[in-house]
């Protein structure tokens, strides 16, 4: 055979290859993210920024507070500016807390509210009630201002909720704000993840099924570092890889480190157990190893106000988000994704 005629062959099955490779069908794979032509919106940083200020000026957001009371208002009428009045839900409850009733609500609106293929978005919105890692053991007991536990997660999401008010999402979005997620002494499980252990157990639509969910949690501070977290990997751990591509092509792989980290027990832990949704958490932390858990040196102290928030990471964050949303979700034909 001749050179000529064997190198014509291999082309013919290097085409062949390719050829497959891009007719492969993904229509059942939830995960699969593919660059689309789409228009993406801005994400503002700075108003990202803003919405955290905004909550911070309430000053501690811990339940049963004043705080609490003030900025449940406040990002009730947000979001119903945003998604409009009827397509916000308050889903009130008690759980008992240490030696209190805690009056809780998580909170949630709809964008694109009829397509039946929809993400979810979640963070908490609560704040931590005391301080035991703060160096003034006179402080420890006091509860934390959360600019960036609580209140980045919050504020990103407010900003992605403007978005949709302007331009549509071509998937149906669903934005979730839990309530009493870091209630708990540190040697109690039990009493974390409140609004998410209540919404899994009583999920306001029977039935919903989204194809996967997003939690972000400590999403705005100084020199964040967010590793593939290890409930992540292990129940969505394709959605991973592939937004944490998406982050290397946009160029915040300096952030979104392309590196395995140890688990981290949040929100997303229960909804992937309880509602059986599959949910990965971008949070900040330092896992050198690939098992360990280190914390930021502010976590849980009274450092963790507007001072350690940074423009540069909330727009990482944010360019991330509404490149996933807009421009990388293929959607499938014939569902039904009305706008
Ligand atoms: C994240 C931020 N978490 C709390 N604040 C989750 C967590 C729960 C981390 C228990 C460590 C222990
Ligand atoms: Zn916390």
Not at 12 to 29: M, P, Q, V, Y
Not at 173 to 194: A, M
């Amino acid at each position: 055979m001749s050179i000529v005629r064997l190198s014509g062959i291999a082309t013919l099955l290097l085409f062949l290859l390719i050829g497959c490779s891009e007719t492969e069908d993904h229509s059942n794979d939830r995960f699969f993210l593919k660059k689309q032509s789409n228009f993406v919106p801005e994400f503002s940083a700075q108003n990202a920024y803003d919405f955290i200020q905004d909550q911070v000026d309430f000053g501690p957001r811990n339940p049963n507070s004043e705080g609490h009371q003030q900025a449940k208002t406040f990002l009730i009428e947000t979001l119903r500016s945003y998604a409009g009045q009827r397509f916000v839900f308050a889903q009130n409850f008690q759980v008992e807390g240490y030696g209190e009733t805690l009056e809780l609500t998580n909170i949630i609106a709809a964008f694109n509210p009829n397509a039946s293929d929809r993400i979810l978005l979640a963070a908490h919105w609560d704040t931590r009630p005391r301080a035991e890692e703060d160096d003034s053991s006179t402080m420890q007991s006091q509860p934390i201002l959360g600019a960036d536990d609580g209140g980045s997660g919050v504020g990103v999401l407010l900003e992605l909720a403007r978005i949709f008010s302007e331009n549509p999402p071509p998937i149906g979005v669903d934005i979730l704000l839990f309530d009493g997620e870091d209630y708990g002494h540190s040697s109690d499980l039990d009493k974390y993840f409140l609004g998410a252990r209540h919404w899994s157990a009583n999920p306001p639509v029977p039935g919903y099924s989204p194809r996967f969910g997003i939690l972000l949690d400590m999403v705005g501070g100084e020199n964040a570092q967010f590793p593939k977290e290890g409930y992540s990997r292990r129940y969505a751990n394709r959605l991973v890889d592939n937004i944490w591509s998406v982050a290397a092509e946009l160029g915040h792989d300096n952030l979104f480190l392309p590196q395995q980290g140890g688990p981290v027990a949040d929100d997303h832990l229960i909804v992937n157990q309880y509602a059986e949704i599959p949910m990965i958490n971008i949070i900040h932390y330092k896992s050198d190893d690939g098992r360990s858990v280190e914390f930021p040196p502010y976590w849980h102290t009274h450092r963790d106000n507007m001072d350690i928030i940074s423009l540069e990471t909330l727009q990482a964050t944010g360019d991330v988000l509404v490149e996933v949303l807009y421009n990388r979700i293929p959607l499938r034909q014939g569902a039904p994704n009305a706008n």
